[in-house]
Protein backbone atom coordinates (compact mmCIF):
# COMPACT_ATOMS: atom_id res chain seq x y z
CA UNK A 1 0.00 0.00 0.00
CA UNK A 2 0.79 3.66 -0.43
CA UNK A 3 1.47 5.24 2.54
CA UNK A 4 3.73 8.66 3.27
CA UNK A 5 4.29 8.86 7.47
CA UNK A 6 5.16 12.11 9.62
CA UNK A 7 5.43 11.16 12.56
CA UNK A 8 5.56 14.32 14.26
CA UNK A 9 2.55 16.72 14.53
CA UNK A 10 4.05 19.41 16.10
CA UNK A 11 8.07 20.49 16.12
CA UNK A 12 8.70 23.58 18.28
CA UNK A 13 12.51 25.16 17.70
CA UNK A 14 14.63 28.20 18.79
CA UNK A 15 15.66 30.65 16.01
CA UNK A 16 18.95 29.32 14.82
CA UNK A 17 18.77 25.74 15.93
CA UNK A 18 18.29 23.18 13.14
CA UNK A 19 15.59 21.32 11.88
CA UNK A 20 14.81 18.44 10.64
CA UNK A 21 10.90 17.29 9.70
CA UNK A 22 10.73 13.09 9.19
CA UNK A 23 9.17 11.50 6.46
CA UNK A 24 8.47 7.84 5.37
CA UNK A 25 7.08 6.49 3.03
CA UNK A 26 5.63 2.75 1.87
CA UNK A 27 6.01 2.43 -2.38
CA UNK A 28 6.58 -0.56 -4.27
CA UNK A 29 8.66 0.78 -6.56
CA UNK A 30 10.47 4.34 -7.46
CA UNK A 31 8.12 7.40 -6.36
CA UNK A 32 8.64 10.95 -6.88
CA UNK A 33 8.69 12.68 -3.08
CA UNK A 34 7.44 16.21 -2.77
CA UNK A 35 7.51 18.58 0.44
CA UNK A 36 4.97 21.20 0.31
CA UNK A 37 3.72 24.21 2.71
CA UNK A 38 1.15 26.06 4.21
CA UNK A 39 1.99 29.21 5.27
CA UNK A 40 -0.65 30.80 7.61
CA UNK A 41 -3.45 32.03 5.73
CA UNK A 42 -1.81 31.32 2.55
CA UNK A 43 -2.36 27.96 -0.18
CA UNK A 44 -0.42 25.10 -0.18
CA UNK A 45 2.17 25.54 -2.66
CA UNK A 46 5.19 23.18 -3.65
CA UNK A 47 7.83 23.63 -1.23
CA UNK A 48 10.87 21.03 -3.13
CA UNK A 49 10.61 18.04 -5.25
CA UNK A 50 13.50 15.12 -4.76
CA UNK A 51 14.66 15.21 -8.20
CA UNK A 52 15.51 18.63 -8.15
CA UNK A 53 17.74 18.33 -5.72
CA UNK A 54 17.80 21.94 -4.66
CA UNK A 55 17.88 24.18 -2.05
CA UNK A 56 14.60 26.25 -1.48
CA UNK A 57 14.57 29.14 1.30
CA UNK A 58 17.54 27.19 2.55
CA UNK A 59 15.66 23.52 3.04
CA UNK A 60 16.97 20.90 1.38
CA UNK A 61 15.80 16.78 1.62
CA UNK A 62 17.38 14.01 0.45
CA UNK A 63 15.46 10.81 -1.10
CA UNK A 64 17.16 7.67 1.39
CA UNK A 65 15.83 4.51 -0.48
CA UNK A 66 17.46 2.22 1.88
CA UNK A 67 15.33 3.65 4.74
CA UNK A 68 12.57 5.04 2.80
CA UNK A 69 12.86 8.06 4.47
CA UNK A 70 12.61 11.89 2.67
CA UNK A 71 13.18 13.96 5.48
CA UNK A 72 13.13 17.23 5.48
CA UNK A 73 16.40 19.70 7.02
CA UNK A 74 17.13 22.92 7.24
CA UNK A 75 20.60 23.98 9.28
CA UNK A 76 19.20 27.21 11.12
CA UNK A 77 15.66 27.96 11.50
CA UNK A 78 14.18 31.46 11.38
CA UNK A 79 11.21 32.63 12.56
CA UNK A 80 9.37 32.82 8.91
CA UNK A 81 10.07 28.93 8.36
CA UNK A 82 6.79 28.66 11.08
CA UNK A 83 4.07 26.69 8.73
CA UNK A 84 2.55 23.22 8.15
CA UNK A 85 5.02 21.14 5.98
CA UNK A 86 3.37 18.10 4.45
CA UNK A 87 5.73 15.68 2.71
CA UNK A 88 3.98 13.61 -0.57
CA UNK A 89 4.15 10.73 -2.65
CA UNK A 90 3.37 10.19 -6.84
CA UNK A 91 3.35 7.25 -7.89
CA UNK A 92 4.85 5.84 -11.17
CA UNK A 93 2.98 6.93 -14.55
CA UNK A 94 0.05 8.87 -11.78
CA UNK A 95 -0.76 12.34 -11.05
CA UNK A 96 -2.36 11.27 -7.85
CA UNK A 97 -0.12 12.88 -4.30
CA UNK A 98 -0.44 10.78 -1.47
CA UNK A 99 0.04 13.21 1.35
CA UNK A 100 1.40 12.54 4.72
CA UNK A 101 -0.60 14.10 7.73
CA UNK A 102 1.74 17.05 8.27
CA UNK A 103 3.76 18.52 10.97
CA UNK A 104 3.51 21.94 12.01
CA UNK A 105 7.09 23.55 12.74
CA UNK A 106 6.94 26.13 15.41
CA UNK A 107 10.07 28.54 15.26
CA UNK A 108 10.11 30.50 18.71
CA UNK A 109 12.30 34.42 18.70
CA UNK B 1 0.12 35.86 -11.88
CA UNK B 2 -2.28 32.76 -12.53
CA UNK B 3 -4.31 30.64 -9.87
CA UNK B 4 -6.08 28.30 -8.52
CA UNK B 5 -9.79 30.41 -7.89
CA UNK B 6 -12.34 28.33 -5.04
CA UNK B 7 -16.09 29.49 -4.24
CA UNK B 8 -16.93 30.05 -1.77
CA UNK B 9 -14.31 30.77 1.07
CA UNK B 10 -16.31 29.56 3.77
CA UNK B 11 -19.63 27.31 4.00
CA UNK B 12 -21.59 27.04 6.91
CA UNK B 13 -24.98 25.06 6.19
CA UNK B 14 -27.38 22.24 7.87
CA UNK B 15 -27.46 18.96 8.07
CA UNK B 16 -29.29 17.52 5.24
CA UNK B 17 -28.70 20.19 2.96
CA UNK B 18 -26.70 19.95 -0.36
CA UNK B 19 -23.48 21.72 -0.65
CA UNK B 20 -21.44 22.66 -4.00
CA UNK B 21 -18.38 23.98 -4.28
CA UNK B 22 -16.38 25.75 -7.10
CA UNK B 23 -13.11 25.33 -8.78
CA UNK B 24 -11.24 27.36 -11.69
CA UNK B 25 -8.55 25.89 -12.60
CA UNK B 26 -5.09 27.70 -13.48
CA UNK B 27 -6.11 28.10 -17.85
CA UNK B 28 -4.64 25.55 -19.85
CA UNK B 29 -3.92 23.21 -16.97
CA UNK B 30 -5.84 20.00 -17.75
CA UNK B 31 -5.61 18.36 -14.58
CA UNK B 32 -7.85 18.67 -11.28
CA UNK B 33 -7.70 17.33 -7.80
CA UNK B 34 -9.73 17.70 -5.11
CA UNK B 35 -8.77 17.27 -1.78
CA UNK B 36 -10.33 17.28 1.93
CA UNK B 37 -8.07 18.11 4.95
CA UNK B 38 -9.16 17.50 8.56
CA UNK B 39 -7.21 17.54 11.52
CA UNK B 40 -7.09 14.11 12.08
CA UNK B 41 -6.70 12.81 8.43
CA UNK B 42 -4.29 15.40 7.03
CA UNK B 43 -5.01 16.13 2.99
CA UNK B 44 -7.06 13.16 1.83
CA UNK B 45 -7.76 13.32 -2.36
CA UNK B 46 -10.90 13.04 -3.21
CA UNK B 47 -11.28 12.93 -6.73
CA UNK B 48 -8.52 13.55 -10.05
CA UNK B 49 -9.60 14.92 -13.30
CA UNK B 50 -7.45 15.24 -17.15
CA UNK B 51 -8.79 16.63 -19.67
CA UNK B 52 -12.44 16.90 -17.95
CA UNK B 53 -12.34 13.05 -17.85
CA UNK B 54 -12.99 11.50 -14.05
CA UNK B 55 -9.43 9.55 -13.33
CA UNK B 56 -9.99 8.76 -9.98
CA UNK B 57 -12.21 8.99 -7.35
CA UNK B 58 -12.03 6.16 -5.04
CA UNK B 59 -11.53 8.57 -2.28
CA UNK B 60 -14.52 9.93 -2.20
CA UNK B 61 -17.88 9.02 -0.64
CA UNK B 62 -20.16 7.39 -3.40
CA UNK B 63 -23.20 7.69 -1.85
CA UNK B 64 -23.30 11.78 -1.18
CA UNK B 65 -20.49 13.13 -3.00
CA UNK B 66 -20.01 13.68 -6.78
CA UNK B 67 -17.67 15.64 -8.90
CA UNK B 68 -17.98 16.77 -12.06
CA UNK B 69 -16.24 19.11 -14.49
CA UNK B 70 -18.69 20.94 -17.50
CA UNK B 71 -16.26 22.83 -19.17
CA UNK B 72 -12.39 23.17 -19.12
CA UNK B 73 -12.99 26.05 -16.57
CA UNK B 74 -15.25 25.20 -13.83
CA UNK B 75 -14.85 21.91 -11.63
CA UNK B 76 -17.53 21.42 -8.64
CA UNK B 77 -17.98 19.10 -5.43
CA UNK B 78 -20.99 18.75 -4.13
CA UNK B 79 -22.44 16.72 -0.88
CA UNK B 80 -26.32 16.03 -0.81
CA UNK B 81 -27.04 15.59 1.82
CA UNK B 82 -24.53 17.03 3.87
CA UNK B 83 -23.48 15.55 7.21
CA UNK B 84 -21.51 16.77 10.36
CA UNK B 85 -18.72 14.48 9.33
CA UNK B 86 -18.27 16.53 6.26
CA UNK B 87 -17.07 19.39 8.20
CA UNK B 88 -13.64 20.66 6.93
CA UNK B 89 -11.48 22.69 4.46
CA UNK B 90 -12.00 21.15 0.49
CA UNK B 91 -9.18 22.33 -1.59
CA UNK B 92 -9.12 22.31 -5.32
CA UNK B 93 -5.78 22.23 -6.92
CA UNK B 94 -4.88 22.15 -11.02
CA UNK B 95 -1.46 20.77 -12.95
CA UNK B 96 0.01 21.26 -16.46
CA UNK B 97 -0.46 17.38 -16.79
CA UNK B 98 2.65 16.95 -18.03
CA UNK B 99 3.68 13.98 -16.30
CA UNK B 100 4.64 12.64 -13.02
CA UNK B 101 6.88 15.38 -11.43
CA UNK B 102 3.76 18.02 -12.16
CA UNK B 103 3.82 20.33 -9.78
CA UNK B 104 -0.20 20.87 -7.70
CA UNK B 105 -1.60 24.36 -7.81
CA UNK B 106 -3.60 24.46 -4.85
CA UNK B 107 -6.71 27.50 -4.46
CA UNK B 108 -7.45 28.85 -1.21
CA UNK B 109 -9.87 26.06 -0.20
CA UNK B 110 -13.28 26.12 1.04
CA UNK B 111 -13.90 26.02 4.72
CA UNK B 112 -17.33 23.73 5.69
CA UNK B 113 -19.16 23.48 8.74
CA UNK B 114 -21.89 21.48 8.77
CA UNK B 115 -24.33 21.91 11.63
Known amino acids: AQRVTQPEKLLSVFKGAPVELKCNYS??????LFWYVQYSRQRLQLLLRHISRESIKGFTADLNKGETSFHLKKPFAQEEDSAMYYCALMGYNTDKLIFGTGTRLQVFP | DARVTQTPRHKVTEMGQEVTMRCQPI?????VFWYRQTMMQGLELLAY????????DSGMPKDRFSAEMPDATLATLKIQPSEPRDSAVYFC?????????????FGPGTRLTVL
Open chain 1, 27 to 32: YSGSPE
Open chain 2, 27 to 31: LGHNT
Open chain 2, 93 to 105: ASGPGQGGTDTQY
Open chain 2, 49 to 56: FRNRAPLD
